[in-house]
């Protein structure tokens, strides 16, 4: 996570909103999170925040990608 931190703040994109992502939810209309979808130079890094924790992160608004990759619940996915 630290690695992602570091290659968008020498791109300077760190605090960019995050504008790509989908909520998670099954078939029960259940929701587990969201999954943020976070470019880089070859791929795009996943990052897993769930729910109910993912909330907070829209109450202004989409979040930055700061925001997503310093929240504690975060998980990064390969």
């Known amino acids: 996570m630290q690695l992602l931190i570091k290659k968008l703040e020498k ?3 760190l605090g960019e909103k995050a504008s790509k992502y989908t909520q998670i939810i099954d078939d029960k209309s259940v929701s587990h999170g969201v999954l943020f979808f976070i470019p880089m130079d070859k791929f795009e890094a996943k990052v ?3 729910a ?3 909330e907070n ?5 989409d979040p ?4 997503v990759l310093n929240h504690k619940e975060a998980m990064m996915l390969k």
């Open 52 to 54: 109910p924790f993912h």
């Open 57 to 61: 992160l829209f109450l202004n608004g």
């Open 11 to 13: 791109d300077k994109k």
């Open 48 to 50: 897993l925040v769930p």
């Open 64 to 67: 930055t990608y700061k925001q």
